[in-house]
T-cell receptor, first 113, second 112 residues
């Protein structure tokens, strides 16, 4: 039972354009959501997070949107840069679970110069 | 400020052997979580240590065990290795009940 799903295994975007990565979840107990970026042979790097009391959080070029009724979140990267090419993981946690992270399967983003 | 560190980087073992992986958390962090990432998948939660106790455990067999030391560093032990244990093992640290976990570079374990 996959509680966090990233349905697009890959995404290609032109440099300077917007990248939109999507994530769906099924567990209503999740109240905190995170995005990580992962390069080959490295551990995941924390990018941005959002609490369920908000519907949007911005940090520089990165914005995360949360739609609780649809159990959907998205990561927007504007403008996209070639250095953004990596695997992006969506993760979620619930209060009372020691904040263990449940991850999606990842989306490979390729930003073309 | 050192981030999360893990050792060794790579490890090759044969079926039936035992392995110990090590993790030092980010400075100021007291909670360590371990994850297993198989090829093409997202990381899966193994367990979490806080105040030298296992606080939460994921769906992994008892062959997977751990320890946390007074300096907050941690070990992951896997007994009776089998081929399916081949994966990237990631350690993440956080501060108490804060929500964001920071990951180390991982240990690549290959079981032959």
């Amino acid at each position: 039972d996959q509680q966090v799903k990233q349905n697009s295994p890959s995404l290609s975007v032109q440099e300077g354009r917007i990248s939109i990565l999507n994530c769906d979840y099924t567990n209503s107990m999740f109240d905190y959501f995170l995005w990580y970026k992962k390069y080959p042979a490295e551990g995941p790097t924390f990018l941005i997070s959002i609490s369920s009391i908000k519907d949007k959080n911005e940090d520089g070029r990165f914005t995360v949107f949360l739609n609780k009724s649809a159990k959907h979140l998205s990561l927007h990267i504007v403008p996209s840069q070639p250095g953004d090419s990596a695997v992006y993981f969506c993760a979620a946690s619930a209060r009372g679970s020691a904040r263990q992270l449940t991850f999606g399967s990842g989306t490979q983003l390729t930003v073309l110069p | 400020d050192a981030g999360v560190t893990q050792s060794p980087t790579h490890l090759i073992k044969t079926r039936g052997q035992q392995v110990t992986l090590r993790c030092s958390p980010k400075s100021g962090h007291d909670t360590v979580s371990w994850y297993q990432q198989a090829l093409g998948q997202g990381p899966q939660f193994i367990f979490q240590y806080y105040e030298e106790e296992e606080r939460q455990r994921g769906n992994f067999p008892d062959r997977f065990s751990g320890h946390q030391f007074p300096n907050y560093s941690s070990e992951l032990n896997v007994n009776a290795l089998w081929l399916g244990d081949s994966a990237l093992y990631l350690c993440a640290s956080s501060r108490g009940n804060t929500d964001t976990q920071y990951f180390g570079p991982g240990t690549r374990l290959t079981v032959l």
